[in-house]
């Protein structure tokens, strides 16, 4: 044999020691280690959906027409319009359907029947989102005399 061939393994702690309590202190560890990483994941989540400038398009459907200026005449019928808008997913989250107004302007009626007319989409105030259009710009619109 030769001189090299003998290797002997020394244990670090045995040499210093130290007393052997790895097992209890890799287990405590390993659970320290993984609620913080749970704790960063969400905290990293939660910055994620707060930042997140993405921009989606949204439709509103069934919005209904409400029709001004129209003094002499009663409306029998009107359509409604789709309406879409752009935003951040959390903008969009917060408008309702209640919250669009869309209107028509009857001060060019003339007489009863059926005329079409051009509707605008009002936003709240405060809203981030654009108006992206609606699904018509004029809609039908039946009118009575009063």
């Given at each position: 044999m030769?001189?090299?061939s003998k290797t002997t393994e020394i244990d670090i702690s045995d040499a210093m020691g130290m007393e052997d309590d790895t097992p209890k202190k890799s287990i405590k560890w390993k659970v320290i280690a993984i609620?913080?990483?749970?704790i960063v994941a969400i905290c990293i989540w939660l910055y994620v959906m707060q930042t997140d400038t993405t921009l989606y398009d949204?439709?509103?459907?069934?919005i209904p027409v409400?029709?001004?200026?129209?003094t002499d005449y009663e409306v029998t019928s009107c359509q409604?319009?789709?309406?879409?808008?752009?935003?951040?997913?959390?903008?969009?989250?917060?408008?309702?359907?209640?919250?669009?107004?869309v209107r028509a302007d009857a001060?060019?009626?003339t007489?009863?029947?059926e005329a079409e007319l051009h509707v605008e989409c009002i936003l709240p105030d405060n809203t981030i989102a654009t108006f992206e259009g609606m699904s018509?710009?004029?809609v039908k619109v039946t009118f009575v005399k009063k």
């Open positions: 030769d001189k090299f609620i913080m990483s749970v949204r439709e509103y459907k069934n409400t029709v001004v200026n129209a409604t319009v789709t309406v879409k808008l752009r935003g951040m997913k959390s903008t969009l989250a917060d408008i309702k359907k209640s919250d669009i107004v001060s060019s009626v007489s009863e029947g018509s710009d004029t």
